[in-house]
């Protein structure tokens, strides 16, 4: 098993930064791919970024392109999610996922975090 707590999440204005973590612990070694997703309220959950968690590849939505980041660190199990120039449309529970397989599809990720709310002011 896989456990996953992310942190970060807050109230900020349009334009402002925020820096998502999400820490994993169990068995960790099993995971070859981390993402973030989020779903905002009466909406389906959407994919976000994703990346590798060994080679560094990383995938991002369209809608984030540019203004999102993800990295990992992998000596503290770790993956963040850098989300700069925040706009109210950002606004959701963001959650991250572990994966055996580098995919932006949900139904690949096996193991999900808690969630955390960002919320975006305009």
């Known amino acids: 098993q896989v456990q996953l707590a992310e942190s970060g999440g807050g109230l900020v204005q349009a334009g402002d930064s925020l820096r998502l973590s999400c820490a994993g612990s169990?068995?960790?070694?099993?995971?070859?791919?981390m993402g973030w997703f989020r779903q905002a309220p009466g909406k389906e959950r959407e994919f976000v970024a994703a990346?590798?968690?060994?080679?560094?590849?990383?995938i991002y939505a369209d809608s984030v392109k540019g203004r999102f980041t993800i990295s990992r660190d992998n000596a503290k199990n770790t993956v963040y999610l850098q989300m700069n120039s925040l706009k109210p449309e950002d606004t959701a529970v963001y959650y991250c996922?572990?994966?055996?397989?580098?995919?932006?599809?949900?139904?690949?990720?096996?193991?999900w975090g808690q969630g955390t709310q960002v919320t975006v002011s305009s």
């Open positions: 996922a572990a994966a055996d397989m580098f995919d932006p599809n949900p139904v690949e990720y096996d193991y």
């Open positions: 990346s590798t968690w060994r080679g560094g590849r990383t």
């Open positions: 169990g068995r960790t070694f099993s995971i070859n791919a």
